[in-house]
């Protein structure tokens, strides 16, 4: 399984971006999708992750603000992200989750949010 996740940058407080994760590769058996990041220092924290249908889950810190949704036919899950933070800032990586027990992750992509 692979991943590609694009759209970092650098913003405003306020401001909005969008990321894409396209998966490609053994997608079968795909069970999670999700969104992780990991600022400086810090442990590498979940975001939002979807687990099909209209399960999506979200850390609390970005309920409201950050919206994942997941695009079947193109294999293609989005973070849409608006009313950034400074504290939003970091690398955000994508990945998935494999029955039984495999995960894998994109190459992350940087979000800055100045003030």
């Known amino acids: 399984v692979q991943l590609q996740a694009f759209g970092g940058g650098l913003v405003p407080a306020g401001g909005s971006l969008r990321l894409s994760c396209t998966l490609s590769?053994?997608?079968?058996?795909?069970?999670?999708v999700g969104w992780y990041r990991q600022a400086p220092g810090n442990q590498r924290e979940l975001v939002a992750g979807?687990?099909?249908?209209?399960?999506?889950i979200y850390a609390d810190s970005v309920k409201g603000r950050f919206t994942m949704s997941y695009d079947n036919a193109k294999k293609t899950a989005y973070l849409q992200m608006n009313s950034l933070l400074p504290e939003d800032t970091g690398v955000y990586y994508c990945n998935a989750k494999k029955v039984p027990n495999a995960h894998y992750w994109g190459q992350g992509t940087l979000v800055t949010v100045f003030s």
């Open positions: 979807f687990t099909g249908g209209d399960n999506t």
């Open positions: 590769g053994s997608i079968a058996n795909i069970n999670f």
